[in-house]
């Protein structure tokens, strides 16, 4: 069952979606799965409402395809790092914004 336009004012996930970036069998499109994923849910978010996810990718790629599906979409906003230089604390965030460009927060 959809939800209805505009019906949430912002989204959290923590960990899960790299999970949609899996590709088990040679028909699985993660692109296409990732769209579905992000046009969905920009339907259903308040013009102005945010969405963050914390996210581990297994590569660049893996990013630069979240990120560009999210922004094919409608989404703006972009990727934040948290401790940049740690190989154990380091923490993706992808930090999106419907209704138009906003100033993305600062990491620590």
Same mark, same amino acid.
């Not at 906003?102 to 990491?107: G, I, T």
């Given at each position: 069952? &959809?939800?209805?336009?505009? #019906?949430?004012? !912002? #989204? +959290?996930? +923590?960990? #899960?979606?790299?999970?949609?970036?899996?590709?088990? *069998?040679?028909?699985?499109? &993660?692109?296409?799965?990732?769209?579905?994923?992000?046009?969905?849910?920009?339907?259903?978010?308040?013009?102005?409402?945010?969405?963050?996810?914390?996210?581990?990718?297994?590569?660049?790629?893996?990013?630069?395809? +979240?990120?560009?599906?999210?922004? *094919? #979409? !409608?989404? $703006?906003?972009?990727?934040? +790092?948290?401790? &940049?230089?740690?190989?154990?604390?380091?923490?993706?965030? %992808?930090?999106?914004? $419907?209704?138009?460009?906003?100033?993305?927060?600062?990491? %620590?």
């Amino acid at each position: 069952m &959809p939800f209805r336009p505009g #019906a949430f004012d !912002g #989204a +959290i996930s +923590i960990s #899960a979606l790299q999970w949609l970036c899996n590709r088990d *069998k040679s028909y699985h499109k &993660p692109g296409k799965r990732l769209y579905t994923f992000f046009s969905t849910l920009y339907a259903c978010l308040s013009r102005g409402s945010r969405a963050v996810f914390q996210f581990y990718p297994e590569s660049s790629d893996q990013v630069e395809l +979240i990120t560009s599906m999210s922004m *094919k #979409a !409608g989404f $703006t906003g972009g990727v934040l +790092i948290d401790y &940049p230089n740690s190989s154990k604390a380091k923490k993706f965030f %992808l930090v999106l914004m $419907t209704g138009g460009n906003q100033p993305l927060p600062k990491a %620590l």
